[in-house]
């Protein structure tokens, strides 16, 4: 029996061969995943809104979009100020 690695789990998901998301887009209020995309998630930033889905515009893509832009991405490290202490 071989080694499960990462590599090889990711190989089985159906977004295999697909960079990860950097943004995952929550729609409807809801300020959960629902057991979307949890793997290729870890390091995606969140975007909740309570626009729902139909109603979700290309205004309300920017308006993520640049919510987006705004943010530090840290891939799971602990920010510097935290480990100080």
């Not at 590599?7 to 729609?27: K, N, W």
């Not at 979700?56 to 602990?78: C, H, I, K, N, T």
Request: glycine share 6%; no cysteine; proline share 5%.
């Amino acid at each position: 029996m071989g080694t499960l690695t990462e590599e090889i789990f990711a190989s089985y998901l159906d977004t295999a061969g697909l960079a990860p998301p950097d943004l995952i887009i929550r729609t409807s209020g809801e300020k959960r995943i629902s057991n979307f995309l949890l793997w290729q998630g870890a390091y995606a930033e969140f975007y909740f809104t309570d626009t729902l889905w139909p109603d979700f515009s290309r205004d309300e893509f920017l308006l993520a979009v640049r919510d987006y832009q705004q943010r530090e991405r840290r891939f799971g490290a602990v920010p510097a100020r935290l480990d100080a202490r």
